[in-house]
């Protein structure tokens, strides 16, 4: 079995790529490189740059390398961005999709995995928010990545594919081997970015919100750690190639922590007290956005290993570490 990963050379798909090499598994990446770093592919896997939206390249890797099953993460991905450009964000994250969906189906692979999102269900009126719950996306990231799974339901009903959609909320931390991490200088997420501060990397935190609804007026999230996740993904191939159904699952802990929370964590593992201001809201932050969690537990037997908000700290830290070191022996 070869598996096809699309985003491999991004920050999740580096670590499903550890979990599958790690597992036994064939492997090829196929990456246009505009996120992602060729160094943080395993070395034992393929690599092809290209775009996942080139029917023709799909076809030709996919029948050279025997895929039979897709993973697919390249994607766009700030949700800010996606505001400022949404037919950007159709065409990377929607068009693109449905091209990689039209070669598995024209080269008859049988199973295939998506990284959808907690954006999908927009400013939940519920918390934990289970899968059920509405889908009301609040950005054109999370319509575009909603048109992929609904394009991934109709094709299931039409083709012999089968497919699982994970619905990620906040994924943080590092390989705790540390062979990958969270590598963009431009990431904005506030563990990356927390990280960051406490190594002097940036003067200060903002933290967006002081007034919501919430016990210490931030919002809450639930934080993932990519290793966990990428296991999740491992377990779902395998319940697909077991003859399993396809599924939609949320990817979190069922825990929320708060802005202020995590910058604790950040400053009590990093033993550096960084500057932190309060900043106005961020335009489309839900104030809370906790996973309903049961699902993923009892359909793929998922157990999270690394659920504790100081080890995904921890881990997030040394691989800023890692990069910084990397920076200097790079002068
Ligand atoms: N990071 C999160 O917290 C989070 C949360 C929910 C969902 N997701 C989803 O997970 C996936 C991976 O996210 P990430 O955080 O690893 O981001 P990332 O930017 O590190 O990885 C994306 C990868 O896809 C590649 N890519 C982008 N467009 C491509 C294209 N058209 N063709 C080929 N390669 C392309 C990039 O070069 C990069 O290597 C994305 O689909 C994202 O929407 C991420
Ligand atoms: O410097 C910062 C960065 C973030 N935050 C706050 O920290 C929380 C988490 O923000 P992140 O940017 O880390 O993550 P998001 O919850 O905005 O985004 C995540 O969830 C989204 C779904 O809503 C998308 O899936 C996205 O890809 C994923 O990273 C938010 O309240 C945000 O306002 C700050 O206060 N300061």
Same mark, same amino acid.
């Given at each position: #079995? ?13 670590? #499903? ?18 996120? !992602? ?24 890797? =996919? ?6 099953? =897709? ?19 159709? %065409? ?17 692979? @049988? ?16 918390? @934990? ?20 799974? #609904? #394009? %991934? ?6 083709? @012999? ?16 081997? !540390? &062979? ?18 406490? %190594? ?20 809450? &999230? ?18 697909? *190639? ?12 069922? &825990? ?6 995590? =910058? ?10 960084? @500057?932190?201001?309060?900043?106005? &809201? ?31 700290? *921890? ?17």
């Amino acid at each position: #079995m070869t598996v096809l990963v699309t985003g491999g050379a991004g920050y999740i798909g580096s670590h #499903m790529v550890l979990a599958l090499r790690d597992a036994g598994r064939e492997v090829v990446v196929l990456d246009n490189l505009s996120t !992602g770093f060729r160094w943080a592919v395993h070395p034992e896997a393929a690599v092809v740059e290209g775009d996942c939206g080139d029917e023709a390249l799909l076809g030709k890797v =996919i029948r050279e390398h025997g895929v039979d099953a =897709i993973v697919h993460f390249a994607g766009s991905i700030v949700v800010p961005d996606s505001v400022a450009d949404p037919l950007g964000y159709y %065409l990377n994250n929607t068009v693109r999709s449905r091209a990689l969906i039209a070669a598995a189906v024209a080269n008859g692979v @049988p199973r295939f995995l998506f990284s959808s999102t907690a954006a999908v269900y927009g400013d939940a009126k519920e918390s @934990p928010i289970v899968e059920t719950a509405p889908l009301d996306p609040v950005s054109p990231y999370g319509t575009s990545k909603l048109m992929t799974e #609904m #394009m %991934l339901r109709d094709t299931a009903r039409a083709h @012999p594919l089968k497919y699982v959609a994970l619905r990620y909320f906040n994924v943080a931390g590092a390989d705790p081997a !540390g &062979r990958s991490g969270q590598s963009s200088p431009r990431a904005t997420h506030l563990i990356k970015v927390a990280t960051q501060a406490a %190594l002097g990397e940036r003067t200060h935190l903002d933290v967006f919100g002081t007034d919501y609804p919430t016990p210490d007026g931030t919002c809450l &999230r639930d934080y993932i750690h990519v290793s966990d996740l990428a296991r999740a993904h491992v377990l779902a191939l395998d319940h697909l *190639a077991a003859g399993g159904e396809s599924a939609v699952f949320n990817c979190g802990y069922g &825990r929320g922590y708060s802005v202020l929370e995590v =910058i604790e964590a950040v400053k009590r593992v990093s033993g550096v007290d960084f @500057p932190v201001n309060h900043a106005p &809201r961020r335009a489309g932050d839900p104030a809370a956005l906790v996973a309903g969690a049961g699902r993923i537990r009892e359909t793929l037997g998922w157990k999270p290993e690394l659920d504790d908000l100081d080890t995904i700290v *921890a881990h997030a830290l040394a691989w800023e570490r890692n990069l910084a070191a990397r920076r200097q022996a790079a002068e």
